[in-house]
Structures are given as C-alpha cells and as structure tokens.
C-alpha cells in the first residue's frame, strides 16, 4: 500500500510540472500535500514497527530452538556416556556383588514361583547355605505341584589334611583330627536339618523336597552356589582365624589319628567365609555371563558325579559307607 501512496504522489508531481492547471491547482493544496505526507510517514512507521515485531519474535523463536538444541545435545552426550560405561563394564567382565542376604533373597524368589527348583552348593560345611534355606523352607506358600532338589558337596573331614589345621609350634601346618571330627558332625548336623524339612512340607502341602549331600577329598576355597541351572553365586572363603582351642589336645588327637598328634599344643587355623561378597552371574545377563554359568555348572557337575556320599558316624576312624 505504502508503494502505491508513493507512486501516485510522484505521477500527480510530475505532471503538475507539465500541467498547468494541475500546477495551480496543487498550490493552493499545501495541506492535503501534508496529510499525504503524513499518511506515508505513518504508514511507514507501521511497517517498521512490524517488521521489528516479527524480527523480535524470529529472535525470540531462535534462541527458544537453540536452547532445546542444546539441552537434546547434552541429553544425547550423557546417553552416550553411559552407553559407553556400561559397555566398559561388561567388557571388563565386572557383575554384580551381592551379600548373604541378597543371596537368601534369591532363594526365597525361587522357592516362590514353585515348580521345579533346584539348589547347589559347595562350600565348607554348608552352614551358610542349609541354615538359611531351612529357615525358608519352613515358611513358603503351600503348593502341592513344587519341587524342591537340593545337593551339596563339601570336602571329606573323614581324611587326613592340612587345611583347616593345626600349627605347631615351629610355625608349620599338619592335620587336626579332633577339629576334624567335629567339622564332620557339623555337616551331618546341617543334613539333618534340611531333611527333617521333607517330611513337614508334606504335611504342609508345600511340595516335595530331596536332598543329598556328598563329599570329595578337597580343601575348602570356592563358595559356589548355583539357583535353577540359570543363577551363579561365587566366592572365596577370604579370612583365616588363628585360634588356641579343644581341638589341640595330644592325647585326644592321637586316639582319634590312631597315631600321635604332630601339632600338639598349637593353634587351629580355620577360614572364614560367612560374610563373603559373592560375584552374581545370570543367564539373561549376557554372552560372557551365559559361558560362565554353564562352565561352573559343568565344574560342579563334574566334581559331584565323582564324590561319595556323606559318611555317618564319627569322621577320624577313616571312611564308612553310608
């Protein structure tokens, strides 16, 4: 519009230099020529005006998108970030490290869902594995279809060996027939208390439960627990006590031996491994956690397949069939 007002007032200035009349005519108009003048002038200012709108929205506009570029951006850079930690670790092969607790924890998952449940464990006496499961085996849900397969394997206290032991006085290691022995009974202790579980989850109608506990001339070092064939928990028995005790005794030792004790008068040396952090692997995890599974059930199947049963009676008189 402003170009059309523009344009007319050159045309008519033009032929008023041409035209007379139209000369004489504009003279006697100075006011209309300065209303027109101002009507440009306002018209003018107008657009400006609405130029310098759109302009302040269009810069507005620009710095709300560069903002939201920016924030994506970090978003993106911090996904990135872990991603990558997260691909670090499972390069590194680190997994999780879980307590006792978190490990009775996955017990009491896997007795609740019921069907076909199986436990194995290898460890020092099976203590720390039996005393829990009895704990929860007593309180589950009934369910009548549940299954319940337990096997243990624990070293043969039935046999001479060095550690646990006894330290003399010259500093050196040897047998501890008498520590031995109550080691043994230990063991046939804590089978005991997870049989006697059979027979009340029947009565309960909790389902049915096995188990079985073997022995291999071994010393205790892997804390190995496997859940259902898809769960590993593993560890060491990483604290060593050194104690005076009972189980130093000359001439209760050598009875028991059947020949003199060579330790007479020295320390146990025992390990400990009851608060142990275990390393989790799970078959959903990944490749690497799914290899490491099957080879320690493979390690665990093997050494179980060649184990004896759990002697009864007295554990220092050499083994006795069960």
Known sequence: MTKVVLLVI?????????????????????????ALLSLVGYVLYTEVQRLNEAHGVQREGTESLQATVRHLDEGVQHLNEEVQ????????????????????????????????????????TGETFARPVERIL??????????????????????????PGLIGADGKVTDAPVFRESLVQQIQSYEALLKRQKGRMWRKRQGDLTVEFRVMHMSPSLKLYLINNDQ????????????????DSGDLAGDLAG????ASGGQILDLLGYDSLLTRWSWDDDERAREIVA????????????????????????????
Request: negative net charge.
């Open 10 to 34: 050159a045309a008519v200035g033009l032929v008023a230099q041409f035209v007379k009349p139209v000369g004489d005519a504009l003279e006697g108009k100075a006011f209309l020529g300065g």
């Open 85 to 124: 930690q997260l691909n670090e670790e499972r390069r590194s092969g680190r997994r999780d490290l879980v307590t006792p607790d978190d490990l009775k924890a996955e017990f009491e998952k896997a007795l609740e869902v019921g069907g076909d449940v199986r436990f194995a464990a290898m460890g020092f």
């Open 138 to 163: 007593e309180n589950i849900a009934e369910n009548p279809q549940r299954s319940v397969h337990i096997r243990v394997l624990v070293p043969d206290f039935t046999r001479r060996i060095e550690m």
């Open 232 to 247: 590993v928990f593993e560890g060491i028995y990483d604290k060593i006590e050194l104690r005076h005790g009972e189980y």
């Open 259 to 262: 020949e003199p004790s060579e």
């Open 295 to 322: 080879r320690r059930q493979k390690l665990f199947d093997t050494l179980w397949n060649a184990a004896r049963a759990l002697p009864t009676g007295s554990g220092n008189n050499g083994p006795r069939a069960s």
